[in-house]
């Protein structure tokens, strides 16, 4: 059972992670003006992000969601390659 705790715990922690790293940056840059390519490019991979309050906490919860899901992955594809490498 604690792989199922690894996964929940790695993607938790990743997904808080990407989230607030998105977030951060929406409002670096609706405060400073600054990154509005990254804002860009980040905006055409998640729906509804934008450098605004709403635009944050939509690249809060979208960037959480990825990340947990790669965290999940990563846990996955762990397994699976220790099933054939000892790690």
């Known amino acids: 059972m604690k792989n199922h705790h690894d996964m929940r715990d ?8 990407f989230g607030v790293v998105l977030l951060s940056l929406a409002y670096l840059s609706m405060l400073l003006g600054i990154g509005a ?5 980040l905006a055409s991979l998640y729906k509804g992000y934008a ?5 944050g906490l939509m690249g ?3 960037g ?9 992955l990563v846990i996955i ?5 220790g099933r054939f490498i000892k790690f």
Not at 51 to 55: K, N, P, R, S
């Open 10 to 17: 790695l993607g938790v922690r990743l997904g808080l992670i």
């Open 37 to 41: 390519p990254v804002i860009a490019l």
């Open 51 to 55: 450098a605004t309050l709403l635009g």
């Open 60 to 62: 809060f919860i979208l």
């Open 64 to 72: 959480f969601i990825h990340g947990y899901v790669v965290g999940v």
């Open 77 to 81: 594809f762990r397994d699976i390659l």
